[in-house]
């Protein structure tokens, strides 16, 4: 069974330019969610995606968005980029939200300049 | 304060040591998982507990609910083992992150 792909592995931006990164869940998992993870703040919820409906969200301005499409793939967006917002971006799915083992994909990394 | 604390946050040791990471979370969960993330960031999930006690191989995972903490042990530790553990508990419909505990094992 194939992991969790996430691309672009890895991508450089300026400063102000917009973002979208892929994310394909394990085969038959309905929930993916997203992850930042920096030197600083370390592993950051983001947000949760279950069956196209964004479960949950965590606290990050409203630049951060997502979407998940009806055969599980997500995207996530992040407009008007920022110095700060390079990171590392994990992707996660699971076969449903709450108690279920994560499955993590390789991550893209964001470099903003 | 962070709700979740791991200790220690670096630690070193020589291969065949028994080593013990400590997890305390200071919130209400519903589960509690262990990562391992190597050099290059891929993050790998050891274990998932909501009570007592998972082993698997040399890795064993303990959480005591009444005390708010859990421990990952590894037995006859060796050099792959080197890498970040990550303590994370589902709180609020969210994961929550440690700061992570790097362990090194040297030959």
């Known amino acids: 069974k194939a992991g969790v792909t996430q691309t672009p592995r890895y991508l450089i931006k300026t400063r102000g330019q917009q973002v979208t990164l892929s994310c394909s869940p394990i085969?038959?998992?309905?929930?993916v969610s997203w992850y930042q993870q920096t030197p600083g703040q370390g592993l950051q919820f983001l947000f949760e995606?279950?069956?196209?409906?964004?479960?949950n969200k965590g606290n990050f301005p409203g630049r951060f968005s997502g979407r998940q499409f009806s055969n599980s793939r997500s995207e996530m967006n992040v407009s008007t980029l920022e110095l700060g917002d390079s990171a590392l971006y994990l992707c996660?799915?699971?076969?449903?939200?709450?108690?279920?083992?994560?499955?993590f994909g390789p991550g893209t990394r964001l470099t903003v300049l | 304060k962070n709700e979740v604390e791991q200790s220690p946050q670096n630690l070193t040791a020589q291969e065949g040591e028994f080593i013990t990471i400590n997890c305390s979370y200071s919130?209400?969960?519903?589960?509690l998982h262990w990562l391992q993330q190597h050099p290059g960031g891929g993050i790998v999930s050891l274990f998932m507990?909501?009570?007592g006690k998972k082993k698997h191989g040399r890795l064993i995972a303990t959480i005591n609910i009444q005390e708010k903490h859990s421990s990952l042990h590894i037995t006859a530790s060796h050099p792959r083992d080197s890498a970040v553990y990550i303590c994370?508990?589902?709180?609020?419909?969210?994961?929550?992150f440690g700061q992570g505990t790097r362990l090194t094992i040297n030959p």
């Open positions: 996660a799915s699971s076969l449903r939200t709450d108690y279920n083992e994560q499955f």
């Open positions: 085969s038959g998992h309905r929930s």
């Open positions: 995606y279950f069956s196209e409906t964004q479960r």
């Open positions: 919130v209400g969960i519903s589960a």
């Open positions: 507990l909501s009570s």
């Open positions: 994370a508990v589902r709180f609020a419909q969210k994961l929550v």
